[in-house]
């Protein structure tokens, strides 16, 4: 079993930048997949990056060049750095564990987080 506890999520402008934090329990972090997903009001959960258990990273098109994933398997934790919010950017984000990635795309995760949420105003 894998719990994980989101944190860092707020109310900040377009611009701004906003660091997510993941802390996992659990003695197998350092063999899984780790991914941050979101979910803007009305829309389907969708996949915004992650950071395989050997440390290749992916991301998403919209989010390309702008935030970072990373990871601490020492301390359990999983991190992503968002810079130059935008509007668009504003969902619920939802760290997640043991996805699976085939050719590049991640499939939904065994352990989700509560979520966190993210607005950015214009």
């Known amino acids: 079993q894998v719990q994980l506890v989101e944190s860092g999520g707020g109310l900040v402008q377009a611009g701004d930048s906003l660091r997510l934090s993941c802390a996992a329990s659990g003695r197998t972090f350092g063999s899984r997949n780790m991914a941050w997903f979101r979910q803007a009001p009305g829309k389907e959960r969708e996949f915004v990056g992650g950071i395989t258990w050997s440390g290749s990273t992916y991301y998403a098109d919209s989010v390309k060049g702008r935030f970072t994933i990373s990871r601490d398997n020492a301390k359990n934790t999983v991190a992503l750095q968002m810079n130059s919010l935008k509007p668009e950017d504003t969902a619920v984000y939802y760290c997640?564990?043991?996805?699976?990635?085939?050719?590049?795309?991640?499939?939904?995760?065994?352990?989700w987080g509560q979520g966190t949420q993210v607005t950015v105003s214009s």
């Open positions: 997640a564990a043991g996805a699976t990635v085939v050719d590049g795309r991640w499939g939904s995760a065994a352990y």
